[in-house]
């Protein structure tokens, strides 16, 4: 009887101390990785969270360098002003076209280049190094190198598209209103197509060989491995390269700036060059911060869209 009571007042004074030991593994497991990323999430909330918030609210001020005084909130007024500006709907009109076109050709180029380095051919490596060779040039550096191709005068472009027909005659490509966004078009398609190459081509090399001898043992022709095995592989692939090339193409103010500057006549302005040209030009950073929050809004919307479609494509 002793021995009874004494086991049942052990079970006694253990059983209320289990929920005790579970809520503190629970918090060890909950508190431990926060603790561990936390230089990390301090990082992170200090170099890109903060800088968001004071730039999100700047495009709530009045913040004009050469009017200091007119400072202060003013609520939406920005984004009323924004919503009637000319400029703003002609850059967004050419920021779709400049990143529709960009994100297109080089992906296409991108594909076809990886699945020529995937398969075995004499001089492969040395392919691959003179392939990845534009992604490794600076930016400046490469629209500096695209405008002089593009100038009617030294450059060979005009002359060469003249001599195949395509040209009346060699003239300024980039002065021209029509066809000036084909300039940064053609440079941003080179410097680009590496990216596409690469990721897609690691892509490739994770799939497994037996599907596609699985299949040629089946009398499937090459374009039916192709849409069969190979597509439904880089389908998830194709999703992230695309969302993220085409968020940076649509950041992206480097060759613009420095072939055209977003002339002539606004033909070549874009949401980001924009953006730099009312900030450091005009020195009026609550409408720069503005238009800056409209892309975002854009950009947010857009990756949201591709992200539910992947999840659609993975479920298929």
């Given at each position: 009887?002793?021995?009874?009571?004494?086991?049942?007042?052990?079970?006694?004074?253990?059983?209320?101390?289990?929920?005790?030991?579970?809520?503190?593994?629970?918090?060890?497991?909950?508190?431990?990785?926060f603790?561990?990323?936390?230089?990390?999430?301090?990082?992170?909330?200090?170099?890109m969270?903060?800088?968001l918030?004071?730039?999100?609210s700047?495009?709530?001020?009045?913040?004009d360098?050469?009017?200091?005084?007119?400072?202060?909130?003013?609520?939406?007024q920005?984004?009323l002003?924004?919503?009637?500006?000319?400029?703003?709907?002609?850059?967004?009109?050419?920021?779709?076209?400049?990143?529709?076109?960009?994100?297109?050709?080089?992906?296409?180029?991108?594909?076809?280049?990886?699945?020529l380095?995937?398969?075995?051919?004499?001089?492969?490596?040395?392919?691959?190094?003179?392939?990845?060779?534009?992604?490794?040039?600076p930016?400046?550096?490469?629209?500096?190198?695209?405008?002089?191709?593009?100038?009617?005068?030294?450059?060979?472009?005009?002359?060469?598209?003249?001599k195949?027909g395509?040209?009346?005659?060699?003239?300024?490509?980039?002065g021209?209103?029509?066809?000036?966004?084909?300039?940064p078009?053609?440079?941003?398609?080179?410097?680009?197509?590496?990216?596409?190459?690469?990721?897609?081509?690691?892509?490739?090399?994770?799939?497994?060989?037996?599907?596609?001898?699985?299949?040629?043992?089946?009398?499937?022709?090459?374009?039916?491995?192709?849409?069969?095995?190979t597509?439904?592989?880089?389908?998830?692939?194709?999703?992230?390269?695309?969302?993220?090339?085409?968020?940076?193409?649509?950041?992206?103010?480097?060759?613009?700036?420095?072939?055209?500057?977003?002339?002539?006549a606004?033909?070549?302005?874009?949401?980001?060059?924009?953006?730099?040209?009312?900030?450091?030009?005009?020195?009026?950073?609550?409408?720069?911060?503005?238009?800056?929050?409209?892309?975002?809004?854009?950009?947010?919307t857009?990756?949201g869209?591709?992200?539910?479609?992947?999840k659609?494509?993975?479920?298929?």
């Amino acid at each position: 009887m002793e021995g009874r009571a004494v086991i049942a007042g052990v079970k006694k004074s253990v059983v209320p101390r289990r929920p005790r030991a579970r809520r503190s593994l629970y918090l060890h497991y909950l508190v431990e990785p926060f603790a561990y990323l936390s230089p990390a999430i301090v990082l992170i909330g200090t170099v890109m969270l903060i800088p968001l918030a004071v730039g999100i609210s700047y495009s709530f001020q009045s913040l004009d360098l050469l009017r200091p005084f007119n400072s202060g909130w003013v609520g939406f007024q920005n984004y009323l002003a924004l919503w009637g500006d000319k400029k703003f709907w002609i850059a967004l009109e050419n920021t779709l076209f400049w990143t529709f076109w960009s994100v297109t050709l080089q992906f296409l180029l991108g594909l076809g280049l990886a699945l020529l380095l995937n398969r075995p051919f004499f001089g492969k490596r040395l392919f691959q190094a003179l392939v990845f060779l534009p992604w490794a040039v600076p930016t400046f550096l490469s629209a500096l190198t695209w405008a002089w191709l593009f100038n009617p005068v030294i450059g060979p472009l005009p002359h060469w598209l003249a001599k195949l027909g395509l040209l009346d005659e060699p003239f300024n490509i980039l002065g021209d209103p029509t066809l000036a966004m084909w300039g940064p078009i053609v440079a941003n398609v080179w410097f680009g197509v590496p990216f596409f190459a690469i990721t897609l081509l690691a892509a490739l090399q994770s799939i497994p060989g037996e599907l596609y001898e699985a299949a040629e043992i089946d009398g499937a022709s090459g374009w039916q491995c192709f849409t069969r095995i190979t597509l439904p592989f880089l389908a998830p692939m194709i999703a992230i390269t695309v969302m993220l090339r085409t968020i940076w193409i649509a950041n992206f103010a480097d060759l613009i700036f420095v072939m055209t500057g977003g002339g002539p006549a606004n033909s070549t302005q874009i949401l980001s060059t924009y953006i730099f040209t009312t900030a450091f030009k005009k020195l009026d950073f609550a409408y720069a911060s503005t238009i800056a929050v409209a892309l975002l809004l854009i950009l947010l919307t857009y990756s949201g869209i591709v992200m539910w479609l992947r999840k659609k494509l993975i479920k298929i």
